[in-house]
């Protein structure tokens, strides 16, 4: 079956950190990948994405992704943290020819302490 | 323009009564979606249409129903609430394939 593993369920950094949150899929095919984001009591917001070309995809606040064919993965990484990026970040992975349809992770909850 | 909306945003259910969600787009998207989010399960795929009068199954589809009679309404029913269906539903839709999903801001439903 289909499946998207994020490693870390919960992370925990102070302020400047850098960050990587992991991200895996089981998919042979050709898939367009993912990184949601949600803010506390806030619906989800698309951080990043890639659907093919450059596999290192910069998005929104200084976040990126570097999508590696070989080890199925798709690892979130930004060199800074700030506070303000406390919220659960979701990994998603859309097979091609299959209506659309997003396989998401179980989700990693990162705290950022002032 | 207001992207996806949801409504009601919140609701509590006595087991077995029924309930619609509705979900709205004006974005003119082809495919909608419907979404449960429970905790350390992320989000799973509840049904999903990739246009006007067609639905089809996701990954948790039973104990809900789907209608898409207009392009811009996805509604989500459920005939007999159960306590496990207590949980976040989210809508998203989009254009076909290769587009991104934008989301709605969810239904916070708890069923007693």
């Known amino acids: 079956a289909q499946s998207v593993s994020q490693h870390n369920h919960h992370v925990i950094l102070s302020e400047a950190a850098s960050l990587e949150l992991g991200c895996n899929y089981s998919y042979g095919g050709t898939v367009n990948l993912f990184w949601y984001v949600q803010y506390p009591g806030q619906h989800l917001q698309l951080l990043l994405k890639y659907f093919s070309g450059d596999p290192l995809v910069k998005g929104i606040k200084g976040f990126e992704a570097e999508f590696i064919k070989s080890k199925f993965s798709f690892n979130l990484r930004k060199p800074s943290v700030q506070w303000s990026d406390t919220a659960e970040y979701f990994c998603?992975?859309?097979?091609?020819?299959?209506?659309?349809?997003?396989?998401f992770g179980q989700g990693t909850e990162l705290s950022v302490k002032p | 323009n207001a992207g996806v909306t949801q409504t009601p945003k919140f609701r509590v259910l006595k087991t077995g009564q029924s309930m619609t969600l509705l979900c709205a787009q004006d974005?003119?998207?082809?495919?909608m979606y419907w979404y449960r989010q429970d905790p350390g399960m992320g989000l799973r795929l509840i049904h999903y249409?990739?246009?006007?009068?067609?639905?089809a199954k996701g990954e948790v589809p039973d104990g809900y129903n789907v209608s898409r009679l207009k392009k811009q309404n996805f509604l989500l029913g459920l005939e007999s609430a159960a306590p496990s269906q207590t949980s976040v539903y989210f809508c998203?839709?989009?254009?076909?394939?290769?587009?991104?999903?934008?989301f709605g801001p969810g239904t916070r439903l708890l069923v007693l």
């Open positions: 974005m003119n998207h082809e495919y």
């Open positions: 998603a992975v859309k097979p091609y020819n299959q209506g659309g349809k997003l396989i």
């Open positions: 998203a839709s989009s254009y076909p394939q290769r587009e991104t999903q934008y």
């Open positions: 249409s990739v246009g006007e009068g067609t639905t």
